[in-house]
């Protein structure tokens, strides 16, 4: 009897990376394009209705959203949001009437979210996530409205909650029509950089956000979207 409750405890502890391997997300798609929105920010065909997460395992597990919802994005964006090692899938939600948020989605779906905006129509792009002000959380940075308001916001993901942390005025990161968004976070010298454009779009700047300040500085001119990719790479 006891070598029998040997083998079986042996068993279920050797089963025990399989089942946590098979809630391990490994890629993440957008699906069921739609066009109940219309909003076409980011040009035709950037509207979807459902996300699915693959895990490492090979399986997938599928999430549609109400018709009173898409995803207004290029592609999910996968981070370990939270230090267990795995990633989770940060996406932009649309509502047909209160406009973007921000969400982030783990194996059984939707986690936490920022409020929308409050009205249709209106867009937020994300930059990246990263510890930005080195705190031991991670940081999501989007620009609120880029065509509009052009406000750099940063959440904190903490409890398997958004918080707001910050903004800065005046920086954008998307022209209407892109089916892109250029950017993102770079670290140097061991510090996480948004890097960002004026919002007169004459400079490549480079953001940080540390003991609760912002500071920037030009990483460059800014004549044409390559100019992006350049400042992503560290002087």
């Known amino acids: 009897m006891l070598r029998a409750a040997a083998l079986l405890l042996a ?5 025990l990376p399989v089942a946590a391997n098979a809630q391990q997300i490994a890629s993440a798609r957008y ?61 932009v939600e649309s509502s047909l009437t209160q406009g973007s948020r ?25 930059v990246g996530a990263a510890d930005l002000d080195g705190d ?10 880029p065509h509009l308001d052009r406000i750099l916001r940063v959440w904190r993901f903490r409890d398997r909650g958004l918080h707001h942390v910050a903004d800065r005025p005046m920086l954008t990161n998307h022209k209407i029509g892109w089916n892109f968004i250029p950017g993102g976070i770079r670290t140097c010298e061991g510090i996480p950089e948004m890097i960002v454009a004026m919002h007169n779009w004459m400079r490549v700047l480079a953001v940080r956000y ?8 030009a990483v460059s001119t800014l004549r044409e ?10 002087p």
């Open 11 to 15: 068993l279920s502890t050797l089963s």
């Open 31 to 91: 699906g069921d394009p739609t066009h109940r929105y219309g909003h076409n920010v980011l040009g035709a065909d950037s509207e979807w209705g459902a996300l699915t997460l693959i895990f490492s395992n090979g399986t997938s597990r599928r999430f549609v959203l109400p018709d009173s919802l898409v995803f207004e994005d290029t592609a999910p964006r996968l981070h370990d949001l939270d230090g267990d090692g795995t990633p989770e899938v940060i996406v």
């Open 225 to 234: 979207v390559r100019d992006f990719d350049a400042a992503l790479t560290c």
């Open 136 to 145: 031991g959380y991670v940081e999501i940075a989007y620009v609120d409205r």
């Open 102 to 126: 921000l969400a982030v989605y783990g194996p059984e779906g939707r986690i936490a979210a920022t409020p929308h905006i409050g009205t249709k129509h209106r867009w937020l792009a994300p």
């Open 210 to 217: 540390r003991d609760g300040t912002f500071s920037s500085y």
